[in-house]
């Protein structure tokens, strides 16, 4: 059974801090790794990685793959109090078409 | 990206009613996916929705309950139908552009009574 798992489940850092989140996934043809950032209600898209892209870099974040150890990592450096929300990891296969398979997700918590 | 809006943004209803939920897109997709996030819980996909054809919908997910439209390739329904407190979640439709990459409409916080 396909599976998408993140840790940690939640962390709190103080502002300037680097943050490391990690995605492992066990899928059976793996097609795409996405990464998103939830504040209220709506994910927002921040990478997608496939075997032609294993590395984004967006500003203060970025993103790798790992295909051979199954796994992804999203940092986030400088972190900023509007780092503050649930960075959730998705995994999309060949076998199912545009279905994303979610982890439970990682809450981070940036004080001042 | 694609521009994606959805009604209503919040609804409180009472037990055995149904709502539908709206999506809107600013461009033509071939798929929309409609996904639940239960309270607590991370997304599930429901099921996807193709212009002309039937939804398919994910196991545990069934038509009579969620019954699915899509008339035009930039527009899509959701209903819940016959609510529980259990369907309290928020449903959030979804497109997909030509690279891959999935992104989600604000959402519908639904809440039952």
């Known amino acids: 059974e396909d599976k998408v798992v993140q840790s940690p489940l939640s962390l709190v850092v103080h502002e300037g801090d680097t943050v490391t989140l990690n995605c492992s996934y066990e899928?059976?043809?793996?097609?795409?790794l996405l990464w998103y950032k939830q504040e209220k209600k709506a994910p927002t898209f921040l990478f997608m990685l496939?075997?032609?892209?294993i590395e984004k870099k967006s500003g203060r974040l970025s993103s790798i793959l790992d295909k051979k150890e199954l796994f992804s990592i999203l940092n986030i450096t400088a972190t900023q109090t509007g780092d503050s929300a649930v960075y959730l990891c998705?995994?999309?296969?060949?076998?199912?078409?545009?279905?994303?398979?979610f982890g439970a997700g990682t809450q981070v918590v940036v004080t001042p | 990206s694609a521009v994606i809006s959805q009604k209503p943004s919040r609804d409180i209803c009472q037990r055995g009613t149904s709502l539908t939920i709206q999506c809107q897109v600013d461009s033509q997709v071939t798929m929309m996916f409609w996904y639940r996030q239960q309270p607590g819980q991370s997304l599930t996909l429901i099921a996807t929705a193709n212009q002309g054809s039937e939804a398919t919908y994910e196991s545990g997910f069934v038509i009579d309950k969620f019954p699915i439209s899509r008339p035009n390739l930039t527009f899509s329904t959701l209903t819940v139908s016959n609510m529980s407190p259990e369907d309290s979640s928020i449903y959030l439709c979804?497109?997909?552009?030509?690279?891959?990459?999935?992104?989600f409409g604000p959402g519908t916080r639904l809440t039952v009574l």
């Open positions: 899928v059976t043809n793996f097609r795409s």
């Open positions: 998705a995994m999309t296969s060949t076998d199912s078409w545009g279905k994303l398979q």
């Open positions: 496939t075997s032609s892209g």
């Open positions: 979804s497109v997909r552009n030509n690279y891959n990459e999935q992104f």
